[in-house]
């Protein structure tokens, strides 16, 4: 199965609808701002605006700086001998920052070949460094049974401290022979890391028996669980610095990592949906947890009916208004809109598509339902992957579609709406990033490099991995890259990397 083949297996035989992209007064003109201060969170910021002010940056021009390796890691931190070995089963949070240390966590398993019949050992550490890549303190953390969940149980970093949840024994590999700090509990816990030296600064228990995915902000957490047979509720928030619950409510939310985006007084977040029902979009007054506003993202129409799944949505970006598209695996985005929603009530303002891809090429061909026969009946087919990018005037965003000519469905690209229409468009491979910009350049991490592009749509410099030895990582759920301190922070396959 190639990769178009697998997003289109995801969300099944999709309905669609192509309402038209009429204008995109919900998008345009929202943000001006340069974003946030310092690359704190995913994707920059709380809101997932992707933007950071212009010195921060590497600029226009564009050269490798340096590489960690996950090999590294182990040699250095963990002190193996790598000489006959190797490092494989990789995984890792997304980078933040604080102040001038890039903080990142990362698991990983490790083996000497020359000792016939070793198992692989498996390693969980948070990482510091400095803006020159060398390691300056890190931390052993329990090692979780799923390596897939590494990002969803990683630091969160709030008001100059680390938060990093401490989860149940029952999501450990390791539980049953760890001692001291790494000793399992009966519930979900929080550590309060120094950035500066990674010891810890005070423990807060959260009382709860499931694991739970974290966003920290303005001396609040706030947790999702999955529900299950146990009493607890979906969304909880608490007090970070004694982590006293303020309110619970039941609710079920989409497990993206992370799972929402706040700004003003609410916390916005895709709610998870029975089969054959649109995914909902709400909003949360972040002082008690009152529903503020819910809305239907229906994504029907008259072709490839019935929806066996939900069309899932990434977590929203915010500016003045609020833009989602795309599935949370960055594969159901194949066939979604850029959906623009008032910040105030929640209502749908536009919709906006690529030029859709007709005839032959169709990615909808490969559905065991849909002949050449009907081919002509079908809707042109693009899709907007989600994380836009406010740019002032414009949005940018990445996706497939029709584009000068290219109708390729496995080719992507990165593109800018303004004015409800496409204003440029740039090619960008067989993979697809999440755009970020610092000032008014952007950059777009896919494979095979890294670009930087202006607001006019050109190609100003980029750094091909190939030729800086660079592993490709090919994960579905791509983690964004952190810009700070004259540099752009990439994860990769086999590790992460500095632009500068």
Request: hydrophobic share 35%; proline share 6%; aromatic share 8%.
């Amino acid at each position: 199965m190639n990769r178009r083949q697998f997003g289109l297996a995801s969300i099944g035989a999709l309905t669609t609808s192509l309402a038209g992209c009429g204008q995109l007064d919900a998008v345009l003109g929202g943000n001006t701002s340069d974003g946030g201060e310092n690359w704190g969170a995913y994707r920059g910021d709380v809101a997932r605006t992707g933007r950071i002010a212009a010195e921060e940056g590497p600029g226009e021009s564009l050269s490798f700086a340096w590489q960690l390796r996950y090999e590294d890691i182990a040699e250095e931190v963990e002190d193996i001998d790598l000489s006959n070995g190797l490092v494989m089963g990789t995984h890792s949070t997304w980078p933040l920052l604080a102040d001038d240390l890039l903080i990142w966590g990362v698991q990983f398993q490790s083996r000497n070949n020359e000792r016939p019949g070793e198992t692989y050992m498996t390693h969980r550490r948070l990482v510091a460094t400095d803006t020159s890549g060398a390691i300056k303190w890190s931390r052993e953390l329990p090692v979780l049974a799923n390596g897939n969940a590494v990002p969803y149980f990683g630091h969160r970093i709030d008001d100059g401290q680390i938060y990093q949840p401490t989860v149940p024994a029952d999501y450990r590999r390791d539980a049953t022979d760890a001692e001291g700090e790494t000793a399992p509990r009966d519930s979900l816990g929080v550590t309060v890391l120094d950035p500066e030296t990674g010891e810890t600064e005070r423990e807060l228990d959260l009382g709860l028996s499931s694991a739970g995915n974290m966003i920290v902000d303005d001396g609040r957490i706030f947790v999702e669980i999955s529900v299950d047979d146990t009493d607890e509720r979906g969304l909880y928030a608490f007090d970070a610095e004694s982590g006293v619950e303020k309110w619970a409510v039941d609710t079920m939310v989409e497990t993206t990592a992370p799972f929402g985006s706040l700004a003003g007084d609410t916390i916005i977040y895709a709610r998870e949906t029975e089969e054959d029902e649109p995914t909902d979009l709400l909003a949360r007054n972040i002082d008690d947890g009152d529903l503020a506003w819910d809305t239907p993202l229906d994504i029907s129409g008259p072709h490839l009916e019935p929806v066996s799944d939900p069309l899932g949505f990434t977590l929203p970006t915010i500016a003045e208004d609020i833009y989602t598209a795309g599935s949370r695996q960055g594969s159901g985005g194949w066939m979604s809109p850029l959906v623009a929603l008032d910040t105030e009530d929640g209502a749908e303002r536009s919709r906006y598509r690529p030029p859709g891809i007709e005839g032959e090429n169709h990615p909808y061909l490969e559905l065991s339902d849909v002949t050449e026969q009907n081919v002509d009946e079908l809707p042109p087919a693009s899709g907007v992957y989600g994380m836009p990018l406010p740019m002032d005037d414009l949005v940018v965003a990445t996706g497939y579609g029709a584009f000068g000519g290219n109708d390729d469905p496995e080719t992507f690209h990165c593109f800018a709406i303004e004015d409800g229409s496409l204003a440029w468009s740039v090619e960008i491979g067989e993979t697809i990033g999440i755009p970020v910009a610092a000032g008014d350049v952007i950059y777009d991490t896919s494979t095979p490099g890294v670009k930087a592009i202006s607001t006019e749509g050109d190609v100003l410099d980029s750094v091909n991995y190939a030729e800086h030895n660079v592993s490709i990582s090919w994960s579905a759920t791509p983690n964004p890259p952190a810009i700070g301190n004259g540099l752009l922070y990439v994860p990769v396959g086999d590790g992460i990397i500095a632009i500068e």
